[in-house]
C-alpha cells in the first residue's frame, strides 16, 4: 500500500490450465483497455520501454504466429473474463495484450496464454507435459496479458523513480518477465522445486548454491540480493529495479538466449523417425510429415497436406480440403469433411474419403493395393497419374469383379485398386468416375518455344530461343536460358532464373502471388516479384526490378538498375553500380555495404517518417557519416535540395537522397544500432 516500505506485487502467475531475424520483437495491443489507462501518453511510452528492454537482452528468434491462428487470453482489464482472439496478423516473436483496473492489492498482473491454440507446433512451445515427456524446457510464449492497477499512484517518468510514487517502469518490466516466464512457466516446477532456483545459470551466477524463491515459486525470495532483483515480490515506493544478473540467469535456464549466459533446454521435435502418436495439426492448412514409424497425424481445421513417411500410418485430413498421402508402408487415409485428395503408395493403403466431393489419386508405383472403402458415386473421383491408360474407355474396360460389390481396376504396372460398393452384377462405375493425367511436361528447344506447367511443382526450361515458360500453379522451377525470354510463375512460391550466360539478352520475368526467388542473371531484365514476399537479384545487366506488394529483398546486383520496392516493408541493395532506388509505401531498408565498388545509391523517396532507414553494412557511429546539401537539376524539386551522405574515414558517398533537405531525420542502421545523423 502507498504511504508503507513496500507496494504489492504479489499474486500468482497467470497460468493456463492447459498445457532468423535480427532481434526479439515485442508488440503490444491496447485494444482491451477499456479503462482508457494507456490513453495516458506517458504510461503507454512507460510500458513499451520496458517492452524495449526486453528486446535488447533477449536474442532468440521465434517462430511467427501465422494469421487466423485462434487461442483464448485472460482479458487484461478483467482477468475473470476469457477473451477469444483470432488473429488478423501474424505474431513476430510476442504478443502483449495491455489494460488496467482495479487490482485491489497488487500493482500488475502478468502472464502467458496460448495454451488453447490447436496443435503440437505450440504445445510444443509451451506444454507442462509434451506427450508424456514432461514439461517444455526450451520455453517459448507466443502471448500474453499485462494489467496494471488504475488506483496506484503511479510514476511515469522514464527518467527515473520519484519519493512516493510506484515506478511504472520497473512493474512493467516485472509483469513483462512473468509473461516471458519467470514464475510461470511450466518447468519452473521442477527447476526451482524446494523453492530453489538450481538451473545452470543460476548455479554459476550464486557459486553453487542457487536462487532461492518465494514459497509458491512465482518470485524470487522477497529481499534476495538486498533487495535488488527484478522478481522480487515487492516493490519499494520510489524505487526503480531493472533486471539483475540473477533474472537473467534465470531466463536463461529456461531456454532464453541471454548474452553472457548459457542457453538451456531444448524444443520437443513434432515428428520423429519413431512411432509417434498423436501428431495434431493446427487450425489452419498444415504441412505434416511424420517421416519414418507408425504414425497417427491429425490435420484438425484448416486444408492441410500430411505425409505419412515409412511405416504403416494413419491419416486424419478432418474439416478443410485435404491432400492425404502415407507413403510407403500400409496406411489407412481417412478425409474427413472437405473436398480432399487421397494418394495411394507402395504397399496396401485403405482410403476413405468421407463427407465432400474427394479425389483418389492412384499412381504406378509397380505394385501395392488401394482400397477405395467409400467411394461415392455421386460425386467422388479417380484420378489416375501416368497409369499407361490411353483413354478412360479404357480404364472402364479393364474393371474386372471377383466380388460382387467390388470393382478391381489393375494398371499395367501391378497396382490394384478395388472400389468398395453396393452388391450387383456389373459396375456402377462409368468413365465420368475417371479422370486421366500426365505428368511429362513439354521441353525446350533451341527455338523460340512455349512451355506451360500444370497447378503441380513443375521443372520448366527454356533453352536457347526467346521462350514463354508459364509455371501456373504449385512452387515451380523456370530456367528461360539464352534468348529474350518471358517467364511468368503463377500462384505459388517459384524459384526463377533468366539465364546464365552472355547469350541471355533480356528475360521480362513475372513472379504472381507466392513468396518468390528470381535471379535475372545475365542481360538488361525486368523483374517483377508482385504478391508475396519475394527475393530478386537483377543479376548480370541494366535492370529494373519491381518488387510489387509485400516485403520484399531487392538487389540489383551489377551496373546501373533501376529498383521499386513497392508496397510493403522491403529491403533494398542495389548492389554495384550508381543505382536508382524507390522504396514505395511502408518501412523499407536500403542497404550499402560501405565499400566503393557499390557505387553512390539514389533514392527517391526516403521518408523517415514511415520508417525508412538507411542500412550501413559495417560498424560506424553517427561520427562517421558527412551530411550534404545541393540542388540538383531534375533530381526532385527545385525548390528543395538533395542529401548527400558520405562515409567520413573511406570517403565513399553512399546516398544521395532526392529531396532530403524536406527531411527532420536521418535514420542510419549499422551494427545493430540506429541513430539519427540530424539529431
Same mark, same amino acid.
Given at each position: ?17 492447459? &498445457? ?11 485494444? %482491451?483497455?477499456?479503462?482508457?489507462? %494507456?490513453?495516458? /501518453? ?27 491462428? @485462434?487461442?483464448?487470453?485472460?482479458? /487484461?482489464?478483467?482477468?475473470? +473474463? ?10 513476430? !516473436? ?23 491454440? =490447436? ?41 527515473? /523513480? ?42 554459476? @551466477? ?124 500400409? !496406411? ?6 472437405? #473436398?480432399?485428395?487421397?494418394? #495411394? ?6 482410403? %476413405? ?48 469383379? #471377383? ?20 452388391? +450387383? ?35 520448366? &526450361? ?53 513468396? =518468390? ?163
Amino acid at each position: 500500500m502507498l504511504g508503507h516500505r513496500r507496494a504489492g506485487f504479489a499474486h500468482q502467475p497467470d497460468r493456463s490450465d492447459k &498445457e532468423a531475424k535480427m532481434s526479439f520483437n515485442i508488440t503490444i495491443d491496447y485494444r %482491451f483497455d477499456t479503462s482508457g489507462f %494507456f490513453d495516458n /501518453p506517458d504510461a503507454r511510452a512507460a510500458l513499451e520501454a520496458a517492452a524495449d528492454a526486453w528486446e535488447a537482452l533477449i536474442q532468440d528468434e521465434f517462430d511467427d504466429v501465422p494469421t487466423g491462428t @485462434v487461442f483464448t487470453i485472460a482479458n /487484461p482489464s478483467d482477468r475473470n +473474463q476469457t477473451v477469444s482472439i483470432t488473429l488478423d496478423a501474424p505474431i513476430d !516473436d510476442l504478443l502483449l495484450f495491455a489494460g488496467a483496473y482495479a487490482l485491489n492489492g497488487p500493482l500488475g498482473l502478468g502472464g502467458y496464454n496460448g495454451s488453447s491454440a =490447436d496443435g503440437d507446433i505450440y504445445k510444443a512451445r509451451l506444454s507442462s507435459d509434451f506427450r508424456g515427456t514432461g514439461p517444455v524446457t526450451d520455453f517459448e510464449p507466443f502471448v500474453g496479458t499485462v494489467s496494471f492497477d488504475t488506483a496506484a499512484t503511479w510514476n511515469f517518468d522514464l527518467a527515473g /523513480p520519484v519519493s512516493g510514487k510506484n515506478d511504472f517502469y520497473s512493474v512493467a518490466l516485472h509483469e513483462i518477465a512473468h509473461v516471458l516466464g519467470i514464475g510461470s512457466a511450466p518447468i519452473f516446477d521442477s527447476i526451482g522445486a524446494g523453492a530453489l532456483f538450481n538451473g545452470p545459470n543460476a548455479l554459476a @551466477v550464486t557459486n553453487g548454491v542457487g536462487i532461492p524463491l518465494e514459497g509458491d515459486i512465482s518470485h524470487i525470495q522477497e529481499d534476495y540480493a538486498s533487495d535488488a532483483t527484478l522478481m522480487d515480490p515487492r516493490l519499494t515506493t520510489g524505487s526503480r529495479t531493472v533486471p539483475t544478473t540473477y533474472d537473467l540467469a534465470i531466463l536463461a535456464d529456461i531456454g532464453y538466449e541471454i548474452a553472457g549466459y548459457t542457453k538451456q533446454g531444448s524444443t520437443p521435435e513434432i515428428v520423429t523417425t519413431g512411432d509417434d502418436i498423436t501428431v495434431f495439426g493446427t487450425n489452419l492448412g498444415d504441412l505434416i510429415d511424420g517421416l519414418a514409424g507408425n504414425d497417427q497425424i491429425q490435420g484438425d481445421a484448416g486444408s492441410d497436406t500430411l505425409l505419412g513417411g515409412s511405416g504403416n500410418d494413419t491419416l486424419f485430413g478432418q474439416t478443410g480440403d485435404d491432400s492425404l498421402s502415407g507413403n510407403a508402408g500400409d !496406411d489407412m487415409l481417412i478425409g474427413g469433411s472437405g #473436398n480432399d485428395t487421397l494418394l #495411394n503408395s507402395l504397399g496396401t493403403d485403405t482410403l %476413405f474419403g468421407q463427407d465432400g466431393a474427394d479425389v483418389f489419386e492412384i499412381r504406378a508405383f509397380g505394385g501395392g493395393k488401394a482400397n477405395l472403402s467409400d467411394f461415392d458415386l455421386a460425386q467422388d473421383k479417380i484420378r489416375f497419374v501416368d497409369s499407361g491408360f490411353a483413354s478412360k474407355q479404357a480404364v472402364l474396360q479393364s474393371v474386372t469383379k #471377383n466380388f460382387t460389390n467390388v470393382s478391381t481396376i489393375t494398371l499395367s504396372d501391378g497396382t490394384r485398386v478395388d472400389v468398395f460398393h453396393n452388391n +450387383q452384377s456389373g459396375t456402377p462405375l462409368t468413365v465420368d468416375h475417371f479422370e486421366l493425367v500426365s505428368t511429362a511436361l513439354p521441353q525446350g528447344t533451341a527455338g523460340n518455344d512455349r512451355l506451360e506447367g500444370t497447378d503441380q511443382n513443375d521443372t520448366l &526450361e527454356g533453352l536457347e530461343g526467346n521462350d514463354t515458360l508459364l509455371g501456373l500453379g504449385g512452387d515451380d522451377s523456370l530456367l528461360g536460358g539464352d534468348g529474350a525470354d518471358t517467364l511468368n510463375g503463377g500462384d505459388g512460391n517459384d524459384t526463377i532464373r533468366g539465364g546464365s550466360t552472355e547469350a541471355d539478352i533480356r528475360d521480362i520475368v513475372f513472379g504472381g502471388a507466392g513468396n =518468390d526467388l528470381i535471379d535475372g542473371g545475365y542481360g538488361n531484365d525486368e523483374l517483377r516479384g508482385d504478391a508475396g514476399d519475394d527475393s530478386i537479384e537483377g543479376g548480370y545487366g541494366v535492370d529494373t526490378v519491381i518488387g510489387g506488394d509485400g516485403n520484399d529483398v531487392l538487389t540489383g546486383s551489377a551496373w546501373s538498375d533501376l529498383i521499386f520496392g513497392g508496397n510493403g516493408n522491403d529491403f533494398i541493395n542495389g548492389g554495384f553500380g550508381f543505382d536508382r532506388v524507390n522504396g514505395g509505401a511502408g518501412a523499407d531498408k536500403f542497404f550499402h555495404t560501405g565499400n566503393a565498388g557499390h557505387g553512390s545509391d539514389w533514392i527517391q523517396d526516403y521518408d523517415a517518417a514511415q520508417g525508412d532507414v538507411l542500412f550501413y553494412g559495417a560498424a560506424a557511429t553517427k561520427s562517421d557519416f558527412l551530411v550534404q546539401r545541393a540542388t540538383t537539376t531534375s533530381a526532385g524539386s527545385n525548390t528543395v535540395q538533395e542529401v548527400f551522405i558520405t562515409h567520413k574515414t573511406t570517403g565513399v558517398l553512399l546516398w544521395a537522397l532526392v529531396d532530403g533537405d524536406a527531411q527532420t531525420s536521418l535514420n542510419v542502421q549499422a551494427a545493430g544500432q540506429v541513430f539519427d545523423l540530424l539529431a
